[in-house]
């Protein structure tokens, strides 16, 4: 299958920094990446999905001026987690549609966790 | 009503036996269904995907899907300790850019 990274996999921060998680297609070209987030024990939930070359769409109630999304090339998405918060902390996950494939195929990063302290 | 519902479980079941895991959705426009493998502290890992009614088998791992009854469902076959995760189901409406819908989530415990 495809392969889609993530970097970094692991930061810890001090609340009110920005950090910013990368997600990069490796061999091939992503129009659209979607970025989740998971917390303990629950499941993935779509904050957004960001689209090469045009705004990302945001879920309702993900703050956008929060959650900050860039997908400057075919292979990379980045997110920015602005003025972070304990709260925010959290596994951060990617995943990017191979449009190589008829059908809707996802395939996910590693993730990127979160700790706001 | 939940769009892609999964029971949480966990789902107990010896070495060797057969695990089946089960999921419902609402949507009868979808037209693409995966299963996600998840473990603990990791990212889900697609392990199938099927789009047309029946069966489709993988080494392992079967898929059927009953679009009539909305219906999708995983067997895990000689099923071992290391298949221990959470099962995500996940759908999708037929092509473009459409997102995919997970459900919760099953978790599955081979017991050796």
């Known amino acids: 299958g495809a392969v889609v990274s993530q970097h970094p996999s692991w930061v810890i921060c001090k609340s009110g920094t920005s950090v910013k998680i990368e997600c990069r297609s490796l061999?091939?070209?992503?129009?659209?990446m979607f970025w989740y987030r998971q917390f303990p024990k629950q499941s993935l939930m779509l904050m957004a999905t960001s689209n090469e070359g045009s705004k990302a769409t945001y879920e309702q109630g993900v703050e956008k001026d929060k959650f900050l999304i860039n997908h400057a090339s075919l292979t990379l998405s980045t997110l920015t987690v602005t003025s972070a918060h304990p709260e925010d902390s959290s596994f951060y996950i990617c995943?990017?549609?191979?449009?190589?494939?008829?059908?809707?195929?996802?395939?996910f990063g590693p993730g990127t966790r979160l700790l706001v302290l | 009503q939940k769009e892609v519902e999964q029971n949480s479980g966990p789902l107990s079941v010896p070495e060797g036996a057969i695990a089946s895991l089960n999921c419902t959705y609402s949507d009868r426009g979808s037209q693409s269904f995966f299963w996600y493998r998840q473990y603990s502290g990791k990212s889900p890992e697609l392990i199938m995907s099927?789009?047309?009614?029946g069966d489709k088998e993988d080494g392992r791992f079967t898929a059927q899907l009953n679009k009539a009854s909305q219906y999708v469902s995983l067997l895990i076959r000689d099923s071992q300790p290391s298949d221990s995760a959470t099962y995500l189901c996940a759908v999708a409406p037929l092509g473009g850019y459409q997102k995919v819908t997970f459900g919760t989530g099953t978790k599955l415990q081979v017991i050796p």
């Open positions: 061999d091939f070209q992503a129009t659209t």
């Open positions: 995943s990017a549609r191979d449009p190589g494939l008829v059908q809707e195929t996802q395939y």
């Open positions: 099927i789009y047309s009614n």
